[in-house]
């Protein structure tokens, strides 16, 4: 089963996706997810210049051997380039795998550990009675769990918050906008939101929140202790986790339960948050994290520490992405919770997929291989257009983590 083409395909239905799809002399097809959010065309090149030339004529079949020469071989280890790019060869192959052996890629993985995959949805509004509006609107639909963002008073505008509920995305411009920021606000506001959402929906809503790595691991301590009365399943990204150490300082201050990895990009960014159970919840992901082989590796590792996964699925991974993502998460051992952005209708006909949402459960493919692919022509038909993530500055005008 040799490969004889990979593609890179940039489509931006919406918004840019970038897609890996390998092609076997046996006519077997697999797609992977490439798209890092405002990055996208380095990983393009990153595949189109120095991945695709060496995987031509390369055993389909050899997934690990595959993802350890992408590792090794580039010498250039780590990084959310390199890895996004290994993500998406890996994901393509994993597809190939099951449509070979006429399984859902699930099987492969040992089989079905749930019924269904636990997600959350994205409530935010501006104010406190509009977001109450918008948890009701996840609750009607099924949800079992979701996050709650709103503004902040005295602050002009909020990452995370936006106009267009169902469908929110972040990177809003070519050239990055900028939001301000105040930590004092921040704090003082966030206690009474969670107050009012869980006197109104009650104790059995799982609540969730994200603080977009904007505080100090101290700031951070004194936010999860204001909300423990409300009783959250996680607070995301509390700070930046460059430095794994510093989480311990927040775990001597508070029972919130912590979930991080978004931004992580494999093993190495949270083996001491692992080991040390400085979080409750992981969120590396397929596309960033070096596709189902090496994320495979680090829930098994978080596993041995009664930590759960709980993976990024905001609306720049796309539909390839999650549908990888689900495979997973339908057979470890240590699932936690999925976040699901819808995708919208634009989206959604670029990449036909066959996983679907019922009463707050993601329901993997049952098709052999991945359950997902893309329509080229109809990709053909949106160009690429530059989109960054925004900036974020203190009201001094010091540049500060988003
Ligand atoms: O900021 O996907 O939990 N979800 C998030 C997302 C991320 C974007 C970055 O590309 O924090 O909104
Ligand atoms: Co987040």
Not at 48 to 75: M, N
Not at 155 to 177: C, H, N
Not at 288 to 310: E, K, M, N, P, W
Request: charged share 20%.
């Amino acid at each position: 089963m040799k490969i004889v083409d990979a593609r890179v395909i940039v489509t931006c239905p919406g918004r840019n996706f970038v897609t890996l799809k390998v092609v076997t002399d046996d006519g077997l097809t697999g797609v992977g997810d490439a798209t890092l959010n405002g990055r996208e065309l380095a990983v393009a090149s990153y595949l189109r210049d120095h991945v695709v030339p060496t995987l031509i004529g390369r055993d389909a079949s050899r997934i690990e051997d595959t993802w350890q020469y992408l590792y090794k071989g580039a010498y250039w280890r780590r990084g959310p380039v390199t890895m996004t790019a290994i993500a998406a060869v890996d994901t393509a192959l994993w597809d190939i795998k099951g449509k070979a052996a006429g399984m859902p890629v699930y099987q492969l993985l040992g089989g079905r550990s749930r019924e269904g995959v636990t997600v959350y949805g994205h409530a935010n509004a501006e104010t406190v009675d509009e977001v109450l509006v918008e948890v009701a609107r996840y609750v009607d639909l099924g949800y079992k769990a979701v996050r709650v963002q709103t503004g902040v008073p005295g602050l002009a505008s909020t990452y995370g918050v936006s106009g267009d509920k169902m469908f929110y995305e972040p990177a809003d411009a070519a050239v990055p906008s900028e939001n301000v920021w105040s930590t004092e606000r921040y704090l003082a506001h966030t206690p009474s939101v969670f107050a009012r959402v869980r006197d109104e929906f009650g104790p059995a809503l799982r609540l969730l929140h994200d603080v977009h790595h904007r505080l100090t691991p101290i700031e951070a301590g004194r936010l999860g202790k204001s909300l423990e009365p409300y009783a959250l399943t996680w607070i995301e990204d509390p700070t930046p986790a460059e430095l794994q150490e510093g989480l311990r300082l927040i775990r001597r201050h508070t029972t919130t339960p912590i979930a991080i990895g978004e931004i992580f990009s494999g093993i190495w960014d949270c083996q001491q948050l692992i080991t040390e159970q400085l979080v409750d919840y992981i969120r590396a992901t397929v596309v960033h994290a070096g596709g189902l082989t090496h994320l495979r590796r680090i829930f098994d590792l978080a596993a041995l520490y009664q930590v759960r996964s709980g993976s990024h699925g905001a609306t720049d991974l796309s539909p390839v992405c999650m549908s990888a993502a689900l495979h997973l998460d339908i057979s470890i051992p240590n699932f936690g919770l999925q976040e699901y952005m819808r995708h919208t209708a634009e989206t959604d006909a670029v990449f036909p997929h066959g996983y679907h949402f019922a009463d707050g459960y993601l329901h993997p493919a049952e098709e052999p291989g991945l359950g997902v692919d893309i329509d080229e022509e109809l990709a053909a038909r949106y160009p690429y257009r530059p989109a960054a993530l925004p900036v974020n500055r203190l009201e001094d005008g010091t540049l500060h983590s988003w």
